[in-house]
């Protein structure tokens, strides 16, 4: 039997994916509705056990149909999977880039505030009454802040770990809520008690952050700096 399945697994917010085709390695990528084509994180390449395979996408994104394209180590052959749909499931996530353990469900205490810059420079110009605008004429990915909300020590304790290392982190939001699918780059984290007792578990987090490209599919260390596309 040769078949790559991909199945939605809204829960945990990811695809399964089950590869069965005798061939000794494979390279998985999905496909967005646009046409974009990223690998899929720990498949450069997968490596098949008599000729099978299961893994899973962590990063697919919610509400979005995509499928699944393997092939073969020699470049010669191609599996294309069925469409599949990640229901957003009225939650947003944060996800880690090689640590799926950390990715955690987050509670939005209210809607972010995006600020795009734009490198712009004012220059007088002896004799004109009007200035001069130059600009590298396109404005910059936004710069927001996330205002979360934890319920117990436990899901504060799971927040702290995936902020720990300042990885970039996967921001997914269901199409409704206009979040997409965006890398961020994490910066500051501020946690305040919802109320002034100490006893209680109840957090009020906020989250500064920048959007960022997409990190390097060989270098997801949690080292900033090295980036590149995961298209294939």
Known sequence: MT??????????????????????DARIV???????RYAVIGTEPVMLTAGVWGGYDWMAPLDVEVTYQAT?????????SDPVTVEGDE???LKHPVNSALNTRISLAEAPTRDRHLNVTVIPVLGRTRPLAVSDGRRNAPTSELTLRTSTLAEANTLRALMDDGSPLLLQGPAAWDLGSVWIQPMDFTEKWLVRYMPDAKRVWTLTYAEVGQPAALALTGIIGDWGALAS
């Open 72 to 80: 073969s180590g020699d470049d010669i052959d191609v599996l294309t």
């Open 30 to 36: 999905r496909i967005e509705a646009d046409g974009s």
């Open 3 to 24: 078949v790559l399945e991909a199945t939605a697994d809204p829960v945990n917010a990811k695809v399964d994916l089950y590869l069965e085709w005798a061939v000794g």
């Open 91 to 93: 939650s947003a996530w």
